[in-house]
């Protein structure tokens, strides 16, 4: 087969260049049209359900929606494999898990299905909005930050402008999947009440919801009559069809204050000749609704648009339509300033592309060079060039095809494949431009086809053996939890497509080139390949011992290595040099809005100081619809770092100045870093036995009972109850008899406070394709203490005035921030760390103590914990790793067809990678993603090349020469300008890599070069002198398996039609 | 000619004649005058409008006569009709087929009447069937 396809090349040469050359130019192009992103999609698959409930306490949330959602609806779902939920004052947050590999589509079909359902089944009572099902998000979702001011127009205005105008334009944007508006303000006329001013005229705050309701054309208020506007109808003439609509007459404040008041009769009040109008006893302004959250940017407060994308989005895309969309829309919004300069992780994407198109532009010049100057001629060189190209070009369309997102992990696999397919053309190449010159001076007629097809073709099966055993080296990662498990596959891929196009290439276009190109070139060995065959020939016939030089090399090599690896650090999460930060703020539980605030916007404007930094903004609290599922006591100020400056130290000034902020807690980190803690940070060293159950307070003692119990567990280094924060709550709870004696009921008390503290949505104003509230609340004075409740007036049926104190306690009360469930249950999770004993044995251990412990009704425990994955993916890696394993010894005995040369080339294949372990020792001490793919990619080589030498030495002495030292060197000789030349071309592509690497793009990449550059030093020592000297001693197979013969016949035949 | 030549014309005649007759008028060659036509009148932007005999008879345009009573001068409701900037009109003919609009005002519409003291005087002759039709013509519907 594999002669086939060079035969058929080498025919149609012409053919395969003029391929080779579309091929280079389609992938070129298809490069820009290629979706772009920093990372690959590392969640697993979710679906997230928000109800938003202004007003309502995290205790009511959860019992009002919550439960009712998680319990009735939600928990049956099917492929389900976690649930979660978060109940905070005015949200409800259920996340859904779904089992690996569970379509995004069908998963989203599923809660649908249950979602409609919300009302009528589960009774989800009507003081919420509805639940709303979040667009499918990606990992890292956010792609823009888009701050409006303005010195004109007012922040409600600019609010109307962002909701109505410019986020339905946004949204339309291809790629974007939300908007969230941080500060968003709505326009709301806002009817205020005071008692005494009710009381004065004897009416109570129903009169008013009343009269203001049925004023409007529209109200929700299924007790109004304005509930059921009516509709215009139409009369029809003999002629003509005339319809009737009904032009609202109130948009104004003062419009609505003209309205007489209505009493529960539905008659007007006359005082004196004149109806009682509303605005005789309320004042009627026009305000904003109580706020969630807030923004303030570097100039001041600010309204912030967060922009959130779909996964497998274009990034570039995706913040180009917003730019466009909002210079479109810029003319027609006067006097509002609109900044896009914040968080452009396009820019970084665009920065990778540049500096790694720097990198490899650099590395194939210095390539040239180091093979058209020592080695080949120009030609030859060439012809290499263009095999590599070609491969490039090749891998592009493959991933194309297969509509994969350029990221980080992409790029790095390809680069991790360069190796091969730089050995690949560099080998092959020389190899056939090394038996054209022969042929040559001695001039025996063979055609150049045939050499061209005999040398191709010993080139290929080392290589064809040197692939299989990469493929098992990849594949125990595909196993893996965490995020080598997250990132990993996207490296892989890419490198497999990219050795499979250049393995087909490799047979394809080298040898059509080489026979356009090398056919008759005429110049002598150069003067530097010479000189290396020559001193290597007197090197290995001057130094007796070679085989103790051979495993002293090894041994100190590996002993190094193996010394080196507990001095370097794990980190396997890619570590991106993005220059915009993102501080994370977290106040005291219960801080207020008006205090995060004024702490956000003075950090901001100390932040400002910072000449290394710029474009600053800050958002607290959350929106609707957001990505952030906090109450207002937490906050997010993000910064980029001007282009000039250095990244760390202009972190180091970040941090310095927010240490200086005592009250709250400020994180700093880059958006990606941030979001790969929340979806895959599992602390291996921690045990977690997490209690479930439904009341605080047994809940709280039970926690206790098990830490105390798990207090003596032998390897339980300490044992602590995760806390749940608590905060300030007024509880308010009616005393029935009391309220009795006044004849009101418990219920009746709620909704008369909820109406002062909260506000009722009475009815809808529709303007100009625009819908605002009208709403009942109190005035903010009878509202701004504690103390103001207890003065609350209650509508009594009688009419007596009574105020709220009068019949329920007011208390002030520690209530949990956030209500977290887990499977529907609420829990607290017992955290043991874990000391000297692995963590599988103290699990399994505190198991069993926790089960010897009685439980309370309804409570049940789990003992979790990230060991308990990464027991089961380390077994996994472990049995199939050793697999792996068995199958490359077992390629090696078939490549070699002997069991002792295959337990050799095993065996000393780890000396190559210790090259690797020692350059990155020196260079970031640090083992990362790169690091495991540059070793990866040097036993891909090495494999290769030691495959290559043995069969070399084998086909030797099948044809005839003597076993010896003799036979070695010649065998060695014969490989040497291939081996040399790939070795001299990978370190000298591979260098600039190296140089910039920890380059904006260059992270991983980076990480690999050094890795290679290590590697591929040992790897040749390997080849030169450990192999050549173990095989001296050890190589030679006395009783030769007759198999063994017939993977030489091809030799044999080359070696005919070479002589 | 050869027999195979032949054919060969035969087809390609047959063939010619068709696309020619494919190519020819859509309607079968008959010749349609319009039902209605509309000229405009000088100084205003009303139209008359000329109906065919054919057309009338198809529309079967009614006409009755202005008559005038102690509310006003009366029409049928029917014959009135209502512009999109509020004021009404009737359509009036004085020589047979042509019909144009005259405005009335101010009307009051009471028991199927139509009552008004501005507009065409008693006897005049106006159109009670097919009003719409015409003033679909002169506005131009579909067009």
Same mark, same amino acid.
Request: charged residues 20%; contains cysteine; glycine residues 8%.
């Given at each position: 087969m594999l002669r086939s396809m060079v035969r058929f090349s080498l025919r149609f040469s012409w053919l395969i260049v003029g391929a080779a050359v579309g091929l280079v130019a389609l992938g070129a192009m298809q490069l820009g049209n290629a979706r772009k992103d920093l990372l690959p999609e590392f969640e697993p698959t979710i679906v997230e359900v928000q109800t938003e409930a202004l007003g309502l306490s995290a205790y009511e949330v959860e019992q009002l929606i919550t439960v009712p959602l998680e319990q009735d609806l939600l928990n049956g779902v099917a492929f389900l494999e976690e649930i979660e939920s978060a109940s905070l004052p005015g949200l409800s947050s259920v996340v859904m898990t779904f089992e690996p590999g569970t379509d995004i589509l069908d998963a989203r079909q599923l809660v649908t299905e249950r979602i409609t359902q919300a009302v009528a089944v589960a009774g989800l009572p009507n003081v919420a909005d509805a639940p709303q099902m979040l667009q499918p998000l990606s990992s890292t979702s956010r792609v823009a930050l888009v701050s409006?001011?303005?010195?004109?127009?007012?922040?409600? +205005? +600019?609010?109307?402008?962002?909701?109505?105008?410019?986020?339905?334009?946004?949204?339309?944007?291809? &790629?974007?999947?939300?908007?969230?508006?941080? &500060?968003?303000?709505?326009?709301?006329?806002?009817?205020?009440?005071?008692?005494?001013?009710?009381?004065?005229?004897?009416?109570?705050?129903?009169?008013?919801?009343? #009269?203001?309701?049925?004023?409007?054309?529209?109200?929700?208020?299924?007790?109004?009559?304005?509930?059921?506007?009516?509709?215009?109808?139409?009369?029809?003439?003999?002629?003509?069809?005339?319809?009737?609509?009904?032009? +609202?007459?109130?948009?104004?404040?003062?419009?609505?204050?003209?309205?007489?008041?209505?009493?529960?009769?539905?008659?007007?009040?006359?005082?004196?000749?004149?109806? $009682?109008?509303?605005?005789? /006893? #309320?004042?009627?302004?026009?305000?904003?609704? %109580?706020?969630?959250?807030?923004?303030?940017?570097?100039?001041?407060?600010?309204?912030?648009?967060?922009?959130?994308?779909? %996964?497998?989005?274009?990034?570039?895309?995706?913040?180009?339509?917003?730019?466009?969309?909002?210079?479109?829309? +810029?003319?027609?919004?006067?006097?509002?300033?609109?900044?896009?300069?914040?968080?452009?992780?396009?820019?970084?994407?665009?920065?990778?592309?540049?500096?790694?198109?720097?990198? $490899?532009?650099?590395?194939?010049?210095?390539?040239?060079?180091?093979?058209?100057?020592?080695?080949?001629?120009?030609?030859?060189?060439?012809?290499?060039?263009?095999?590599?190209?070609?491969?490039?070009?090749?891998?592009?369309?493959?991933?194309?095809?297969?509509d994969v997102t350029l990221n980080t992990m992409i790029l790095a696999g390809v680069a991790m494949a360069l190796v091969v397919i730089i050995d690949d053309s560099v080998a092959g190449v020389g190899l056939v431009s090394d038996r054209l010159q022969h042929g040559r001076t001695e001039s025996n007629g063979a055609s150049a086809g045939k050499t061209i097809l005999g040398a191709t073709i010993d080139e290929r099966r080392p290589a064809l053996y040197a692939f299989f055993i990469v493929i098992g080296l990849i594949v125990p990662f595909f196993f893996m939890e965490g995020e080598v498990g997250a990132f990993f596959p996207a490296i892989a891929w890419a490198y497999l497509a990219a050795v499979a196009v250049a393995l087909i290439i490799s047979l394809t276009v080298a040898p059509a080139l080489s026979l356009l190109i090398l056919r008759n070139q005429h110049s002598a060995e150069s003067g530097a390949v010479a000189r290396l065959k020559e001193s290597y020939a007197r090197r290995r016939a001057a130094s007796s011992g070679k085989l103790t030089t051979a495993l002293a090399t090894g041994g100190v090599l590996v002993l190094v290595a193996l010394l080196a690896l507990p001095?370097?650090?794990?980190?396997?999460?890619?570590?991106?040099?993005?220059?915009?930060?993102?501080?994370?703020?977290?106040? %005291? %539980?219960?801080?207020?809005?008006p205090a995060m605030d004024q702490i956000a916007a003075d950090m901001v404007s100390d932040l400002r100081g910072l000449s290394d930094i710029d474009n600053i903004a800050a958002h607290v609290g959350r929106a609707i619809m957001s990505d952030e599922i906090a109450d207002v006591n937490s906050g997010q100020i993000w910064v980029s770092i001007v282009a000039e400056a250095d990244r760390d130290s202009a972190i180091e000034d970040i941090d310095d100045i927010v240490a200086r902020y005592d009250e709250v807690r400020g994180t700093l980190s880059t958006y990606s870093e941030q979001r790969i803690n929340e979806v895959l940070d599992r602390s291996a060293d921690e045990v977690i036995v997490r209690v479930y159950g439904e009341d605080d307070v047994t809940l709280a003692a039970t926690a206790d009972e098990v830490a105390a119990a798990l207090a003596d567990v032998d390897g339980a280094a300490s044992v602590a109850v995760r806390d749940v924060a608590d905060q300030e709550t007024i509880e308010i709870e009616v005393d029935i008899d009391r309220a009795q004696s006044f004849g009101l009921k418990p219920g009746d008390v709620r909704r008369t406070a909820a109406v002062y503290l909260s506000g009722l949505t009475v009815g809808n104003l529709f303007e100009e394709q625009?819908?605002?509230?009208?709403? /009942?609340?109190?005035?903010?004075?009878?509202?701004?203490?504690?103390?103001?409740?207890?003065?609350?007036?209650?509508?009594?049926?009688?009419? #007596?005035?009574?105020?709220l104190g009068e019949v329920a306690d007011v208390r002030t009360v520690e209530a949990p921030t956030v209500i977290l469930h887990e499977s529907v249950s609420k829990y607290l999770d017992v955290v043991v760390s874990v000391g000297d004993r692995p963590a599988g044995e103290v699990g399994a251990a505190i198991a069993d103590r926790v089960e010897t412990l009685q439980f309370p009704a309804e409570f049940h425990f789990a003992v979790l914990g990230g060991f308990a994955e990464q027991e089961a993916s380390n077994s996994a890696v472990l049995a199939v790793g050793i697999a792996i394993l068995i199958a490359i010894y077992l390629l090696f005995q078939s490549a070699f067809a002997s069991w002792r040369l295959a337990t050799l080339a095993f065996l000393v294949l780890p000396v190559a990678v210790t090259g690797g372990i020692l350059t990155t020792l020196i260079f970031s001490r640090e083992m990362t993603l790169g690091f495991v793919a540059g070793l990866i990619a040097i036993v891909g080589l090495a494999s290769r090349w030691v495959i290559s030498l043995i069969r070399r030495y084998q086909e030797l002495e099948f044809s005839g020469t003597e076993f010896g030292p003799d036979l070695v060197t010649r065998g060695t000789l014969d490989r040497i300008v291939p081996i040399v030349a790939s070795a001299a071309a990978l370190v000298a592509f591979f260098l600039p890599a190296v140089v910039t690497s920890g380059a904006v793009g260059l992270e991983v990449t980076g990480d690999i070069a050094i890795t290679v550059v290590g590697g591929v030093i040992t790897s040749l020592a390997l080849a030169l002198v450990i192999l050549p000297g173990l095989y001296t001693r050890w190589g030679h197979v006395k009783n030769p398996d007759t198999s063994a013969e017939d993977l030489y016949i091809d030799y044999a035949l080359v070696e005919e039609e070479r002589v | 000619m050869r027999a195979s030549t032949r054919r060969t014309a035969g087809v390609a005649a047959l063939a010619l004649a068709l696309i020619l007759t494919a190519c020819g008028r859509g309607d079968g060659g008959l010749e349609l005058e319009p039902p209605a036509t509309k000229v405009k009148i000088e100084g205003t932007d009303r139209y008359v409008v000329h109906v065919t005999e054919k057309a009338?008879?198809?529309?079967?345009?009614?006409?009755?006569?202005?008559?005038?009573?102690?509310?006003?001068l009366a029409v049928p409701s029917a014959a009135v009709i209502l512009e999109p900037d509020g004021r009404f009109w009737v359509y009036v003919t004085d020589e047979p087929l042509a019909y144009h609009r005259e405005e009335i005002s101010p009307v009051r519409e009471e028991g199927g009447w139509a009552y008004y003291e501005n507009g065409p005087g008693p006897g005049t002759t106006v159109v009670i069937e097919s009003v719409a039709e015409l003033w679909g013509e002169e506005t131009g519907v579909g067009k």
């Open positions: 409006l001011s303005s010195d004109e127009l007012t922040q409600i +205005q +600019q609010s109307v402008l962002a909701r109505w105008v410019i986020v339905p334009n946004l949204l339309g944007v291809d &790629g974007v999947a939300n908007v969230a508006i941080w &500060g968003f303000r709505d326009r709301q006329l806002q009817v205020l009440m005071e008692p005494e001013r009710l009381a004065s005229e004897r009416l109570d705050i129903y009169d008013v919801i009343r #009269t203001a309701g049925n004023a409007l054309e529209v109200s929700p208020l299924t007790f109004l009559e304005a509930s059921k506007p009516g509709t215009g109808g139409f009369i029809d003439t003999v002629n003509q069809r005339l319809h009737v609509f009904h032009e +609202q007459t109130i948009s104004t404040p003062d419009e609505l204050a003209q309205v007489p008041i209505e009493d529960d009769e539905g008659r007007a009040i006359f005082r004196g000749g004149n109806p $009682l109008l509303l605005g005789d /006893v #309320t004042d009627i302004v026009e305000d904003h609704q %109580p706020l969630i959250g807030d923004a303030h940017c570097s100039d001041g407060p600010c309204i912030l648009l967060v922009i959130e994308k779909f %996964p497998e989005a274009n990034t570039p895309e995706v913040a180009d339509g917003v730019d466009d969309a909002l210079s479109a829309l +810029q003319p027609g919004l006067e006097g509002m300033e609109i900044d896009t300069s914040f968080y452009r992780p396009a820019d970084y994407i665009d920065s990778t592309f540049s500096n790694l198109s720097i990198a $490899l532009i650099v590395g194939a010049v210095l390539m040239l060079a180091v093979l058209g100057l020592a080695f080949f001629d120009w030609r030859t060189a060439l012809v290499s060039l263009v095999s590599i190209a070609a491969s490039l070009g090749g891998a592009a369309i493959v991933l194309f095809f297969f001095f370097m650090d794990t980190v396997m999460r890619p570590a991106l040099q993005e220059r915009d930060v993102v501080i994370d703020l977290e106040g %005291p %539980p219960g801080m207020s809005l625009k819908v605002f509230d009208v709403v /009942v609340w109190g005035d903010p004075s009878i509202r701004e203490t504690p103390a103001d409740i207890t003065e609350l007036e209650i509508a009594t049926p009688s009419g #007596t005035r009574v105020s | 009338a008879e198809r529309l079967d345009i009614n006409t009755t006569e202005v008559s005038e009573t102690e509310q006003g």
